[in-house]
């Protein structure tokens, strides 16, 4: 199986590239960490199977993938992100990707990565909880001009995740989490972090 693996922490990359080619059928033919690198190396390599991150600049996998299956209808796509986003994952379903995981779950990354392959339409257990309740126009927030790092937190806060568990999976410091809530209790004009987290459930 030749995969293509596009993220934009290259520490991911490596990571990744390591746990996959452990497998002795399994060979990662091609590295990126853009929107750019993911279209263009899709095309040099004709994989068997993508592995892409969603959030990874001004343009996301998601949109990367749209770009290959204009070109290659039944290219097949997989997400690995760290965000359960109601809208990345209903985008994720309407584009026909092979599915959506979370990196958390990383012991279920190479058993995905097979069903996948094989033509299963994978999603992690979390992800599937949320699939029956998924609304097509969820927000995204652009009304608030919340950068791409707030949003990201916004969604971890709204999990339940703890200031120290999100500055682990952002790789952040949680002196910088808290700068981050603070800044969406004020753009989001909200007294604490409850609300905010009930106010991202509620879209």
Not at 100 to 108: C, E, P, R, S, V
Not at 163 to 169: C, D, L, M, P, T
């Amino acid at each position: 199986m030749r995969l293509l693996v596009i993220d934009d922490d290259p520490l991911i990359v490596i990571a990744l590239t390591t746990i996959l080619e452990q497998e002795e059928d399994i060979t990662v033919v091609a590295t990126g960490h853009s929107y750019e690198d993911a279209v263009r190396l899709y095309e040099e390599h004709r994989p068997d199977l993508c592995l892409f991150d969603i959030r990874m600049g001004e343009k996301t996998g998601i949109d990367a993938a749209r770009t290959i299956k204009e070109a290659h209808k039944g290219a097949p796509i997989l997400f690995l992100t760290t965000f359960l986003d109601d809208t990345y994952i209903s985008d994720a379903l309407q584009i026909g990707s092979r599915g959506y995981i979370l990196k958390q779950d990383f012991t279920t990354i190479v058993p995905a990565v097979r069903a996948a392959h094989a033509g299963q339409t994978v999603f992690g257990a979390d992800v599937m909880q949320k699939i029956p309740s998924l609304d097509a126009s969820a927000p995204r927030w652009d009304e608030y001009d919340l950068t791409d790092k707030e949003q990201e937190v916004f969604a971890l806060v709204a999990e339940g995740y703890s200031n120290r568990e999100i500055a682990k999976s952002l790789y952040l410091s949680e002196g910088t989490v808290r700068n981050y809530i603070s800044r969406l209790l004020e753009k989001l004009n909200l007294r604490d972090r409850t609300q905010l987290a009930i106010r991202y459930l509620k879209g």
